[in-house]
């Protein structure tokens, strides 16, 4: 029988799934292996070819170790909230949980449908309450703990409370808020509970903080900066502004040092490892106070104030990495949103303030720190004093500082800083020269600039004894101290949406009865606090997010829930946790489970994630640590990032009159230089080989119905493109489509095809002939010429076990080192090898189809049971086992010259030594027919490589 590649795949996917034959479970007779995917949002489009590449090569890796003899465990489920449900929703009135559950079923039958291994036992919706319940449980978790700087990890917050009741609260070396309160134990004792619970928010890993955040009112909700293009929102294109809101933080700052130094025991990618230090943005420098004119300073209250006893109005603080260029400072620079510019702003300034604050407001924070070009800004009127120098130094706001960065405020050196240089360059601002060598950037040697002139106490230093001198003169007069400082902000963790996960807190006294009201947590039994049923997806009238629609939903009928709902971001933090135990109603996994399973040894998915889902995965498993849930110190021990498989687009040329309008003819690409044409994208669906199915696009459009077409050779010839696949560039390729037309088989050893699994490729639909060819090859290996199975148990030759231990070598290697391409086009050669020698040895094709299964596994799995396996799947057989001496060469198809022209070749051992060789090529009929009578002078031999007659 042919190749009916339909039949065996719809065969053997019933039979994995019948059969859970990739179900895993703990077994400590095996060493494991944890293969995940970063699980997709499951949008209503489905998957295109693009989208499998990862998960194709994951499941050829999984399936690899498994013929290695591991346990391996390979999950996939789906990251089921987000924005674009909850959009569609607000457009059709359709709940999100219907439509969710509509794509979550389009994508498992084509993830179905292409033969992975996934274990859907596991199966995982961040949108299921049965899930969620545990995304909440972790949130309490973050509530309920404080940062010990001493330990170096999260605590349990009882621990603080126990310090607080017994030190000092200055002698808690805690990461927190910087407005916590100077505390004696009978302070703390003495205040109420909701003074209590008012200063603890100020410790806890989860807060409730005023932040500056994207406001985009079409949508109605906060967005993260890579939601945000140009000041515009990227779905929808709604203007987005900066505003101030209460927003849900994490305190994922604390992690900073260890997030950073974690990236030494991961292998992953470097360039995205470079992106989280960049992100995380490690800096070493020193706080600098400048003093404000005519602010003098006192102790207000029991609040913790400046080691001078300076009120924090008082003063504008600024971090650092130059401190050596002190008196070089000519103006301060604050943000907009800084706290003190409304203090600041004099009555002469404030229009000016005031109308450049609006302006900022247009702009996001990305736009903000990417534009280097523009130089903008305003002067408040007011002016600060250089703590060493005593000289007065203007303050203005310009929107590259950022409120959330730091302390909000820079120090401007002109002399050293290029955009300092431009700023003052532009509004007539002091550049003060500090030094005999004005290279004092951040990227010169320190050791080869010149000595400081112009700067008092540090005349004639240099760079290392100017910057301990200054620090410790600042530290002495209380206006500075060395410090470590992170570029990285704690994380808004909120969403003002509906389709997202309640956050578990409820506020009391209730924030509608006046006032602000404190967060408190529900309590673990009654989690999982689900989402209520609303009239609209919208916010309402008085602008609360969506879940204020909801009718009766308080806590015990009287306390209000919080409003906002958890970030998109929430979901996906811990979910291989999940993984590992789906099913588990007492816990987010069992420990056993944990223990076993610990991390995943190879994740695959996109680098766009670098400082996003990646960098908080790592905080909440390093958070997971510090409370013995869990115990690795790092989620995902090997990562590779996929590149994307680009859509390869096609046109047709549409012929333009005279005044450039379109006309009824469309020209074919040879000859559209002829004519004054405009190229519009064509649906790739209806070309093959770049030519144009004429009828199927007349038929695509009214429009096209009467259309012209000026033909070459009797055919329209489309122009063609590499561009990103989207439905909008009409270049998109539907993977059922190729599966109904070609197999999984096929489309899955094509993509790996294609090309390294890292790099970005052009998907091209007309190489995929090639692979399918290659697979009937492939069966017709077990089949004689009348497709009946025909298999010989006669003892294979030497040049077949040669042709076969080379491929078990080479695939391993290659998939060991993910390079699946370049094993594709090895299988293709040995298939060749072996068709050229009319192999059918069992003892040859039986091993060649385990090694082929990972990547073919339908076609692979009906041979080895055509093959007499009957035990079922070959999906946990060993993986064959490598002979070298199967390659080592002892014999030489030696080529023979007769005076420098080669005329034959005679194959002889290589043991033999060139007199042994001289002998023989002497009797050898075949050579001494070239002789004609004359004795040869010379015979030259070298060994392994030529025989030359000299006559």
């Known amino acids: 029988m042919d190749y009916q590649f339909k039949q065996i795949e719809k065969d053997w996917q019933k039979f994995w799934a019948e059969n859970k034959t990739f179900k895993a479970e703990v077994d400590k007779s095996k060493p494991k292996f944890y293969v995940l995917d970063m699980f997709p949002y499951p949008s209503g489009a489905g998957l295109h070819v693009g989208h499998p590449l990862g998960y194709i090569a994951s499941d050829i890796f999984a399936r690899y170790k498994r013929l290695k003899g591991f346990n391996v465990l390979h999950p996939m489920g789906y990251d089921s909230f987000g924005l674009p449900a909850e959009q569609y929703a607000i457009q059709t009135g359709q709940h999100p949980a219907k439509t969710t559950e509509e794509n979550i079923n389009r994508y498992r039958q084509q993830l179905d449908n292409l033969g992975f291994s996934f274990d859907w036992s596991k199966e995982v919706r961040t949108s299921s309450p049965e899930y969620y319940k545990w995304t909440q449980w972790i949130f309490m978790q ?42 004696l134990p009978s302070d703390w004792n003495a205040f109420s509970a909701e003074e209590k619970q008012a200063e603890l928010l100020k410790y806890r890993l989860t807060f409730l903080k005023e932040s500056t955040v994207n406001w985009c009112a079409a949508l109605g909700t906060v967005l993260a900066n890579d939601e945000v293009k140009d000041g515009f929102s990227e779905r929808g294109g709604h203007p987005v502004e900066q505003k101030k809101m209460m927003q849900w933080s994490m305190r994922i700052s604390a992690y900073a040092e260890r997030l950073l130094q974690g990236l030494n025991d991961i292998d992953w990618p470097e360039p995205l490892k470079e992106m989280q230090r960049n992100w995380i943005g490690k800096s070493v420098g020193a706080m600098v106070r400048f003093g404000l004119e005519g602010v003098k300073g006192s102790v207000v209250g029991s609040r913790k104030t400046a080691g001078n006893g300076l009120q924090t109005s008082s003063f504008i603080e600024v971090f650092t990495t130059r401190v050596d260029t002190l008196y070089g400072v000519s103006f301060l620079v604050i943000a907009p949103e800084h706290e003190l510019v409304a203090s600041l702003t004099t009555p002469e300034q404030k229009a000016d303030i005031d109308a450049y604050i609006l302006a900022t407001k247009k702009k996001s924070e990305l736009d903000r720190m990417s534009d280097v070009k523009t130089v903008s800004g305003a002067f408040t009127g007011s002016y600060a004093i250089n703590p060493l120098s005593g000289e007065k130094v203007p303050v203005w706001i310009a929107d590259y500082v950022l409120a959330g960065y730091g302390t909000g405020a820079v120090m401007a050196v002109p002399s050293g800083d290029q955009r300092d240089y431009l700023f003052a360059k532009k509004f007539d601002l002091p550049i003060l020269q500090i030094l005999d060598s004005q290279k004092i950037d951040k990227e010169a040697d320190p050791t080869k600039e010149g000595k400081y002139i112009n ?48 956050v578990p807190v409820y506020f009391k006294p209730a924030r509608s009865a006046g006032g602000n009201g404190l967060p408190y947590l529900i309590k673990e039994e009654e989690l999982p606090l689900l989402l209520p049923e609303v009239d609209k997806y919208l916010p309402t009238e008085s602008g609360e997010p969506p879940l204020g629609r909801a009718k009766d939903w308080k806590y015990q009928d009287e306390y209000e829930y919080e409003l906002s709902t958890m970030p998109g971001w929430a979901g996906s933090s811990w979910y291989w946790y999940r993984y590992m135990d789906a099913k588990n109603d007492e816990a987010f996994a069992d420990i056993d489970k944990i223990v076993y399973w610990k991390d995943v040894d190879l994740y695959i998915g996109g680098n766009e994630h670098a400082t996003g889902h990646l960098l908080y995965s790592r905080f909440w498993n390093k958070f997971l640590k510090d409370l013995g849930y869990v115990t690795e110190e790092e989620p995902f021990k090997k990562l590779i990032n996929q590149g994307m498989i680009q859509g390869r687009s096609n046109f047709v040329y549409r012929v333009n009159d005279a005044e450039g309008k379109g006309t009824n003819q469309f020209v074919s690409y040879g000859l559209k230089e002829d004519y004054l044409t405009s190229a519009l994208h064509v649906d790739v669906n209806i070309v093959e080989n770049d030519v144009l199915d004429i009828e199927k696009f007349k038929a695509s459009r009214e429009e096209y119905a009467n259309a012209e077409f000026i033909l070459e050779n009797g055919k329209y010839l489309c122009g063609s493109e590499v561009e990103k696949m989207s439905k909008s560039k009409f270049n998109v390729v539907n993977p059922d489509d190729l599966v109904e037309r070609y197999g999984a088989d096929t489309l899955r050893m094509y993509e790996m095809f294609l090309g390294p699994l890292e790099q970005s490729k052009p998907w091209n639909t007309n190489g995929i002939e090639g692979v399918f060819k290659f697979l009937r090859k492939f069966w017709k290996l077990f089949h004689d010429e009348n497709f009946n199975f025909s298999v010989s148990d006669d003892a294979p030759s030497k040049v077949e076990l040669k042709a076969l231990h080379k491929i078990i070598k080479k695939v391993e290697d290659d998939i060991e080192r993910f390079s699946f391409n370049t094993s594709v086009s090895s299988f293709m050669i040995a298939v060749n090898e072996l068709t050229d020698l009319k192999c059918n040895k069992r003892a040859i094709l039986q091993d060649l189809v385990i090694i082929l299964s990972p990547y073919a596994p339908h076609i692979c799995e009906e041979l080895w049971q055509l093959l007499g396996n009957k035990a079922g799947t070959l999906s946990f057989v060993p993986y064959p086992v490598f002979n070298p001496e199967y390659l080592i060469e002892n014999e030489f198809d030696y080529p023979v010259s007769i005076n420098g022209k080669t005329k034959t070749n005679i194959n002889l051992p290589l043991t033999l030594e060139p007199k042994e060789v001289e002998e023989i090529v002497l009797k050898e009929e075949t050579i001494t027919k070239y002789f004609d009578g004359k004795y040869p002078k010379k015979v030259i031999v070298v060994k392994g490589r030529i025989i030359n007659i000299v006559l």
Request: overall charge negative; glycine content about 8%.
């Open 142 to 183: 973050l509530f309920d703990s404080w940062y010990n700087k001493d330990t170096d990890k999260a605590e349990p917050i009882s621990t603080l409370i126990a310090k607080l009741e017994t030190i000092p609260s200055e002698q808690i070396n805690a990461v927190c808020d910087e407005d916590v309160l100077s505390l």
């Open 455 to 502: 700067s008092g106490i540090i005349n004639g230093m240099g760079y290392q004894e100017a910057t301990q001198t200054i620090i410790s003169k600042l530290k002495e007069l209380g206006m500075g101290y060395g410090k470590i400082n992170y570029r990285m902000r704690d994380a808004i963790f909120g969403r003002q949406r509906y389709w997202g996960e309640p």
